[in-house]
């Protein structure tokens, strides 16, 4: 009998700790929820509601799955020779000036065949997923030429039918100029042959670019999503990470979605996020990876009111950071967020940065049943302790997936590992 008619959920969790921060404020004290058609069905049940599966938390810590808006983890390779070559004094941008930083990793996705990309990418994913993340955004941008960003994105959609996180593709459409590109014809490639094929293979529905001194102007940003939102995609920007091109005004009034990394954002940046409702995405994995200096203006977004989001930006050059638990500590030690600031930056915030936020992020009746159990004090423990947490059980949809073998407390919880 489909569950829809049949009297029992799938599902009913009880002696849950749930944390108010995550209910949208509509539950604070409820231990207990049904799931049905793997969606919260009801909030704060009887326990003794008809089931066809119990799952008794014995008090863990429930929260949202994580998502993690903001990732680069299809790619082939390591840049491991370009830290230590940062730790001798290098710069990010004098590596890249030197045929180093995105153009390596463009030339190893060159290299790799679509199957390669998918191995060398899932243990990626999966770090993620073991540590909570149920939605993990992935970008392309490191194909650069037509053939090899569709490589890349349908690396991608192939990663979203292998894993059970639901995987959110987008184009990044200019990251970097290929070696002795002309300009013009490049983004001109971009706008008339790459774009239009992602929308035809439906491979993405969002652009990304990244608007900085080494990589595309603003004028070039705006032509790419002007373009973009004429073929119905969604557009997010990389803008104000190394320095301040006006990138985020013009991203912010072209209505994108987010912007990202924000580091030398001005206050006509942040008025302008808050004037149109897009989500500053802050990546602390690349500020602290980079060891930058230059904070973002998190006083000033915070008193504008602008969502906040924090994502891992896992990517082979700036952020090899497989660990959303490690976000949240970065948040909180480098970006001084307070530790409910940072579990909405990876939960409400997030999901909002993928326009996911009546889907996915939070406890409420309707929302996917993405959860996570956990057996700690409280979410203020991701921020004080680095390492040696894992969470009990991550639910997708109301299904189990990664179990902590060694709890005897959860040992009835099934599922596909993942
Ligand atoms: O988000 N800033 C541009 N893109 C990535 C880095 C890409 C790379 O270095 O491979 C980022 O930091
Ligand atoms: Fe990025």
Redesign the pocket.
């Given at each position: 009998m489909p569950a829809s008619h049949d009297k029992a959920c799938e599902l009913l969790v009880h002696n849950a700790r749930i944390h108010p921060c995550v209910t949208d404020g509509k539950i604070a004290s409820e231990t207990n929820f049904t799931v049905r058609g793997g969606r919260i069905a009801a909030i704060g049940v009887d326990d003794a509601v008809p089931a066809h599966e119990r799952f008794d938390a014995k008090g863990a810590l429930l929260l949202p799955g994580f998502v993690d808006c903001?990732t680069?983890l299809c790619?082939a390779g390591n840049?491991m020779d370009e830290h230590a070559a940062r730790l001798e004094g290098a710069s990010?941008a004098g590596i890249?000036k030197r045929g180093g930083?995105?153009h390596s990793?463009v030339a190893a996705v060159a290299a790799a065949s679509e199957d390669e990309l998918i191995a060398e990418s899932l243990p990626r994913l999966e770090a993620l997923v073991a540590e909570g993340a149920t939605t993990v955004e992935i970008k392309s941008?490191?194909g650069l030429t037509p053939e090899n960003e569709l490589k890349q994105l349908r690396a991608i959609r192939r990663l979203g039918e292998l894993s059970p996180a639901r995987i959110v593709p987008t184009f990044?459409a200019l990251?970097a100029l290929p070696a002795n590109a002309d300009r013009k014809r490049y983004v001109k490639t971009v706008i008339e042959e790459t774009l239009p094929a992602v929308v035809e293979e439906k491979l993405a529905d969002c652009v990304d670019v990244?608007c900085?001194h080494m990589?595309f102007t603003v004028e070039e940003m705006r032509a790419v999503f002007e373009r973009a939102r004429e073929l119905g995609l969604a557009c997010r920007a990389?803008s104000d990470?190394?320095s301040n091109l006006g990138g985020t005004r013009a991203a912010a009034g072209l209505s994108a979605r987010s912007c990202?990394?924000l580091e030398y954002s001005q206050d006509a940046d942040v008025q302008a996020l808050a004037d149109t409702g897009a989500v500053a995405v802050l990546?602390p994995g690349?500020f602290y990876f980079?060891r930058e200096k230059q904070l973002p203006p998190i006083d000033a977004l915070r008193k504008a009111g602008v969502p906040i989001a924090i994502a891992s930006?896992l990517?082979?050059?700036?952020?090899p950071i497989a660990s959303p638990l490690a976000v949240l500590h970065l948040a909180s030690t480098l970006f001084r967020l307070t530790p409910e600031e940072a579990l909405l930056g990876l939960t409400r915030h997030g999901a909002a940065a993928l326009a996911l936020e009546e889907k996915v992020g939070g406890l409420a009746v309707g929302r996917r049943a993405d959860f996570t159990l956990w057996d700690i004090p409280g979410p203020e423990f991701f921020c004080y302790q680095l390492g040696g947490i894992q969470p009990h059980a991550v639910y997708i949809e109301g299904k189990a997936y990664v179990a902590d073998k060694f709890s005897p407390r959860h040992s009835r919880v099934g599922g596909n590992p993942v």
């Amino acid at each position: 009998m489909p569950a829809s008619h049949d009297k029992a959920c799938e599902l009913l969790v009880h002696n849950a700790r749930i944390h108010p921060c995550v209910t949208d404020g509509k539950i604070a004290s409820e231990t207990n929820f049904t799931v049905r058609g793997g969606r919260i069905a009801a909030i704060g049940v009887d326990d003794a509601v008809p089931a066809h599966e119990r799952f008794d938390a014995k008090g863990a810590l429930l929260l949202p799955g994580f998502v993690d808006c903001h990732t680069h983890l299809c790619y082939a390779g390591n840049r491991m020779d370009e830290h230590a070559a940062r730790l001798e004094g290098a710069s990010y941008a004098g590596i890249a000036k030197r045929g180093g930083g995105i153009h390596s990793t463009v030339a190893a996705v060159a290299a790799a065949s679509e199957d390669e990309l998918i191995a060398e990418s899932l243990p990626r994913l999966e770090a993620l997923v073991a540590e909570g993340a149920t939605t993990v955004e992935i970008k392309s941008g490191y194909g650069l030429t037509p053939e090899n960003e569709l490589k890349q994105l349908r690396a991608i959609r192939r990663l979203g039918e292998l894993s059970p996180a639901r995987i959110v593709p987008t184009f990044l459409a200019l990251h970097a100029l290929p070696a002795n590109a002309d300009r013009k014809r490049y983004v001109k490639t971009v706008i008339e042959e790459t774009l239009p094929a992602v929308v035809e293979e439906k491979l993405a529905d969002c652009v990304d670019v990244f608007c900085e001194h080494m990589a595309f102007t603003v004028e070039e940003m705006r032509a790419v999503f002007e373009r973009a939102r004429e073929l119905g995609l969604a557009c997010r920007a990389h803008s104000d990470q190394l320095s301040n091109l006006g990138g985020t005004r013009a991203a912010a009034g072209l209505s994108a979605r987010s912007c990202d990394h924000l580091e030398y954002s001005q206050d006509a940046d942040v008025q302008a996020l808050a004037d149109t409702g897009a989500v500053a995405v802050l990546l602390p994995g690349a500020f602290y990876f980079l060891r930058e200096k230059q904070l973002p203006p998190i006083d000033a977004l915070r008193k504008a009111g602008v969502p906040i989001a924090i994502a891992s930006d896992l990517n082979p050059g700036t952020s090899p950071i497989a660990s959303p638990l490690a976000v949240l500590h970065l948040a909180s030690t480098l970006f001084r967020l307070t530790p409910e600031e940072a579990l909405l930056g990876l939960t409400r915030h997030g999901a909002a940065a993928l326009a996911l936020e009546e889907k996915v992020g939070g406890l409420a009746v309707g929302r996917r049943a993405d959860f996570t159990l956990w057996d700690i004090p409280g979410p203020e423990f991701f921020c004080y302790q680095l390492g040696g947490i894992q969470p009990h059980a991550v639910y997708i949809e109301g299904k189990a997936y990664v179990a902590d073998k060694f709890s005897p407390r959860h040992s009835r919880v099934g599922g596909n590992p993942v």
